[in-house]
């Protein structure tokens, strides 16, 4: 993809702070952290979302994701880590090339990562099921 600048960052035609680097993969710290030490995972080869990914490319990128978060543990002494993955604008995509967002936790470190319970009841839960499952 000519005009995505996941693309260029993954293939190095644009600089990046880059953390990991393979032949199917880039991690890189994001400009606009949510913590210190943000980072994304970026294949090389261009996929939208989620569901454009090769299968192969998936399993790959969760096994990339345990490496680098032990390496962000190890080094950074975060308390814990949020992986988010957006698809689609109404979940929050911004940039339309495949990514896994890395966040690094510290205690205390005042950010929200997450959303509102809602009261639901076991019928709804169960029309639900059957939508998906039937
Ligand atoms: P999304 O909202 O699509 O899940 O996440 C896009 C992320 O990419 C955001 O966290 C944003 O800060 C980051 N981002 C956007 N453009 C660039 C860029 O040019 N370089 C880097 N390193 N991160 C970027
Ligand atoms: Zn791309």
Redesign the pocket.
């Known amino acids: 993809m000519s005009d995505c ?1 996941f693309c260029k ?1 993954a293939s190095g035609e ?1 600089p ?2 880059t953390l990991y680097e393979d032949e199917k993969f880039r991690v ?5 952290p949510a913590t210190r030490g ?1 980072a ?1 995972i970026l294949p090389k080869t261009h996929a939208a979302d989620l569901f454009e990914l090769p299968d192969e490319t998936a399993a790959e990128v969760l096994v990339l994701a345990k490496k680098m978060g032990i390496t962000l543990k190890e080094k950074l002494k975060c308390d814990g880590l949020n992986l ?1 993955q ?1 698809n689609g604008a109404v979940a ?4 339309n090339h495949f ?1 896994l ?1 890395m966040i690094p936790r510290y205690q205390g470190d005042g950010q929200k990562i997450g959303w509102t319970p809602k009261k639901t009841d076991p019928e709804e839960l169960e029309a639900i099921q059957k939508e998906i499952t039937g």
Do not use: A, E
């Open positions: 600048i960052i644009i990046s702070k890189i710290l994001d400009l606009g943000h994304l988010v957006n929050g995509q911004t940039v990514h967002h």
